[in-house]
């Protein structure tokens, strides 16, 4: 087991990779708490850590909202009283092309995808800096580094990230935490479900494996990074994305 006992927190974790990685964080021995704004689906894979034999928490919780995440960083120190991994995961696309892309859409996608992740690393760092320990992994996106149309908002957020990530991996590293990112290519989610047909079989053309990312695989790049295999890795993207940017 690579994580054993180890406490983990994955944002967006009700359903898609955020889901697969809390499962496969649990089947590798870490309690893991759940946190998403969707609560029945927060509980439902809250149940489904437990029933791999792992403790959970079910956090509803808007990575938005900064005193919403220490009210519940605090729930999950009561409970465990240590934080050794937190996965940046939660994220959301609103596309349109830039000219009509509304500023609302813009504002969100920051807000979730940039900020939300900001506002879950400060709030970790403070409590793992105490410990002088611990690992955060922050999904980006391969969109993030080479950009897409109808994604201006969803790249600028993800690169955004990068940026991020580099930054205070650097910051960090003196506590003896590390900070790393993933960055998915196309994964079978309901994030690419909606997307129509066109644009799905354009993707797949430009993908070297011929085929979409499961959910899974983006699981086991962030289960490296989280686990001590990775022990000397710190600020580093890794892209899980069949070969699409290389
Ligand atoms: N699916 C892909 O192809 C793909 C590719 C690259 C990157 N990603 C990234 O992976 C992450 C997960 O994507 P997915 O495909 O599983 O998407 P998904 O839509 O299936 O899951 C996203 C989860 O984030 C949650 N969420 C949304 N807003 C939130 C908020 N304000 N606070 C807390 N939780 C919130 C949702 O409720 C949902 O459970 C996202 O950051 C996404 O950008 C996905």
Known sequence: MLLKNKIAL???????????????????GADVIISDINESKVKETAREV???GRKSLALTCDVTDF????????????????LDILVNNAGITRDALLVRMKNSDWEQVLNINLTGTFNWTKSAAKRMMKQKDG?????????????????????ASKAGILGLTRSVA????????????????????????KLPEEAKSKMLAAIPLNRWGKPEE??????????DLSSYVTGQVINTDGGMVM
């Open 10 to 28: 994955v944002t967006g974790a009700a359903q898609g990779i955020g889901k697969a990685i809390a499962l496969c964080f649990a089947e590798e």
């Open 50 to 52: 437990e029933a791999l």
């Open 67 to 82: 005193e919403e995440i220490e009210k519940g960083l605090k729930l999950c120190l009561d409970k465990f009283e240590r």
């Open 135 to 155: 690992c955060i992994v922050n999904i980006a996106s391969v969109i993030g580094l080479v950009g897409n149309p109808g994604q201006a908002n969803y790249a």
């Open 170 to 193: 650097r910051e960090l590293a003196p506590w003896h935490i590390r900070v790393n990112a993933v960055a998915p290519g196309f994964i079978a989610t309901q994030m690419t479900e």
């Open 218 to 227: 983006v699981a086991n790049a962030v289960l490296f990074l989280v686990s």
